[in-house]
């Protein structure tokens, strides 16, 4: 599957963003999604995963409670809606679909990436 995200932006520290990403093929309601940020001079790391119904969802310890993860399968998107952003959530942020059952919080069993959006917050 091919995935493309958007909606990143700069935001002033306690704003808001949602990010989408749009997804091609037929089999993307079989899919989990996940997102994964990167920030500079860091290694990547997980921010919100969900699974394949939508019926379950999970969080870094970092954005829960401040994070939502969604998905429309009926457009092929899943979202990130982002609220009370802090200076350390500044990142590039990817999705990503993993095509087995099971919801995981490891990048590496993940198969397919978008190209990643930019987030930045300031203070």
């Known amino acids: 599957v091919q995935l493309q995200a958007s909606g990143g932006g700069l935001v002033q520290a306690g704003g808001s963003l949602r990010l989408s990403c749009a997804a091609s093929?037929?089999?993307?309601?079989?899919?989990?999604m996940g997102w994964f940020r990167q920030a500079p001079g860091k290694e990547r790391e997980f921010v919100a995963a969900i699974s394949w119904s939508g019926g379950s969802t999970y969080y870094a310890h970092s954005v829960r409670g401040r994070f939502t993860i969604s998905r429309d399968n009926a457009k092929n998107t899943v979202y990130l809606q982002m609220n009370s952003l802090k200076p350390e959530d500044t990142a590039v942020y990817y999705c990503?679909?993993?095509?087995?059952?099971?919801?995981?919080?490891?990048?590496?069993?993940?198969?397919?990436w978008g190209q990643g959006t930019q987030v930045t917050v300031s203070s």
């Open positions: 990503a679909a993993d095509r087995r059952d099971s919801v995981s919080v490891s990048g590496t069993t993940y198969d397919d």
């Open positions: 093929g037929r089999t993307f309601s079989r899919y989990v």
